[in-house]
């Protein structure tokens, strides 16, 4: 089965199989496997793999082992107004510790220390998942899945 | 040849843009089984397959309203599915690999015949488990390709859209794959097609 042996590229042999040869690349097989006994077996064993292949089922997991559903549009818009009220949160938790600190209220020197750690704790966190999110959309591998 | 896209499924995706729950539900079964699969085809059996599956699915449906109904859902649901899986396999955060084979069925074959000769049945699931044994050795460009044309039964253009690759070049790494996968059983257990129950007769 070499290139020197055959006139044709033996790939051909399995777009024949496939039924995806032109007709005059099949009508050239055709008319090679009536004088070629080997690319007749090879054809046969090509056939036989791939019955055997088609005719296997897999294992599927029971639906109750899915954990999670494919998200509605209440699901996402829920999600979405959540963030939306917590960044309104963080916007106005930050803005009154900063207006509180730069008072002169010894008074609430100590608290507005706790609320602005606390706000940089947040922001800190928000941040790294914003580095992350960006990291991946840069290289989003889904990025040309749209159709 | 199964490039238009059927009219059920149309329909199917229609309804689900309409709002439909139980065609939501029933495409979400469909794709979900469809994906775990290949998943697992693609990955050899690795016990990542249910989470890569669910991730594809939920892209899947997070897209589903810019995806174009006139064409094939397999393809682009395959194509989300070997993102995912080489997007893991780059992080190195795949786990555990089975063999393809212990994921099989157990006696209930596609093609089996209840009247069948029973040791008959049991050669031919012997040697499934041999191919998809050979299957797991494959590389992953090869065992892809084979599973999308041998065992999802898509078109080489639908092969060449999934894997992004030229439709010429699907045939000829098609046929390396196969024969790759040839040598493979007939180095481990001997010749294939002296005992494939369907080939019996031509011994």
Request: proline share 3%; charged share 30%; with cysteine.
């Amino acid at each position: 089965m070499t290139g020197t042996q055959h006139e044709f590229d033996e790939a051909l042999l399995s777009g024949y199989i496939d039924g995806e040869l032109t007709q005059g690349d099949r009508q050239r097989v055709r008319l090679h496997l009536e004088n070629c006994a080997e690319c007749r077996q090879a054809v046969e064993g090509l056939r036989s793999l791939r019955e055997v292949t088609m005719g296997t089922e897999f294992r599927v997991p029971e639906d109750t082992q899915w954990d999670e559903a494919p998200r509605g549009f209440l699901s996402r818009l829920l999600t979405n107004v959540g963030w939306l009220l917590a960044i309104a949160w963080f916007v106005g938790l930050g803005a009154y510790v900063v207006w509180q600190t730069t008072t002169d209220s010894e008074s609430f020197r100590f608290e507005g220390l706790i609320g602005f750690a606390l706000l940089l704790a947040f922001v800190l966190i928000i941040l790294s998942a914003l580095v992350d999110r960006l990291k991946i959309r840069k290289n989003d591998p889904y990025r040309k899945v749209r159709k | 040849m199964r490039e238009e896209v059927s009219e059920s499924d149309r329909l199917l995706l229609a309804q689900v843009r309409d709002g439909d729950p139980q065609a939501r539900e029933a495409l979400a079964r469909r794709v979900g089984d469809s994906a775990y699969v290949f998943a697992l085809q693609l990955t050899g059996g690795s016990q990542s397959s249910r989470d890569i599956a669910q991730d594809s699915v939920l892209r899947f449906f997070e897209h589903l309203s810019s995806f174009d109904s006139e064409r094939p859902l397999e393809p682009w649901l395959y194509q989300i599915v070997r993102n995912r899986v080489r997007d893991l396999s780059r992080r190195d955060r795949l786990r555990r690999h089975e063999s393809l084979d212990l994921w099989l069925e157990q006696g209930r074959s596609v093609d089996a015949d209840p009247t069948a000769d029973p040791a008959a049945d049991a050669e031919r699931d012997e040697l499934r488990r041999r191919v998809w044994r050979a299957m797991s050795q494959l590389t992953v460009t090869h065992r892809e390709i084979i599973v999308l044309r041998d065992y999802h039964d898509l078109t080489y253009r639908e092969i060449a859209d999934t894997l992004a690759i030229p439709q010429g070049t699907v045939m000829s790494r098609l046929h390396s794959a196969r024969r790759c996968l040839r040598e493979i059983i007939v180095a481990d257990d001997g010749n294939l097609s002296s005992r494939a129950p369907a080939r019996r007769g031509d011994q």
